[in-house]
C-alpha cells in the first residue's frame, strides 16, 4: 500500500467508527455490553500506561524502570492519603528525580 492509499483507508476508518455512534446513538447496548462497558476504560488507561512505566525506553531494565515504578507507587500513595492531584504528580516527580540520582550515583 502506497502513502496515499494508507491514509485514505485511516481516513474511511475514522470516519465509519464516527459514523457508527451516530447511527446507533438512540440504541441501549445489550445488557452484555453494559455490563463490560464500565471497565473499558480503565483498561484502556492501563494498556497505555503499563508498557510506558514497565519498559520506558521498550527496554524493561532496574535503571529505566526502577523510578518510574517507584514515583507511580509513591504518587497513588500520595493520591490516596491527600486526595489533592498536583500533591501527587509533584510528589511523584520528586522520588523519580531522587531514585534517578540514586541510581546514576551508584
Known amino acids: 500500500m502506497g502513502d496515499e492509499q494508507t491514509l ?3 481516513g474511511i476508518g475514522t470516519y465509519a467508527m464516527r459514523a457508527a ?9 445489550s445488557d452484555r455490553m453494559a455490563r463490560v462497558l464500565p471497565h473499558v476504560g480503565p483498561a484502556v488507561l492501563a494498556a497505555i500506561t503499563v508498557p510506558a512505566l514497565v519498559a520506558p525506553h521498550g527496554i524493561v531494565s532496574v535503571v529505566t524502570t526502577g523510578p518510574a515504578v517507584l ?3 509513591a504518587a497513588w500513595a500520595a493520591w490516596r492519603r491527600t486526595t489533592s492531584l498536583p500533591l501527587a504528580l509533584f510528589g511523584g516527580l520528586a522520588v523519580w528525580w531522587l531514585a534517578t540520582w540514586i541510581l546514576a550515583a551508584l
Open 8 to 10: 485514505v483507508a485511516i
Open 21 to 29: 455512534f451516530v447511527v446507533t446513538a438512540g440504541r441501549r447496548p
Open 71 to 73: 514515583a507511580a507507587a
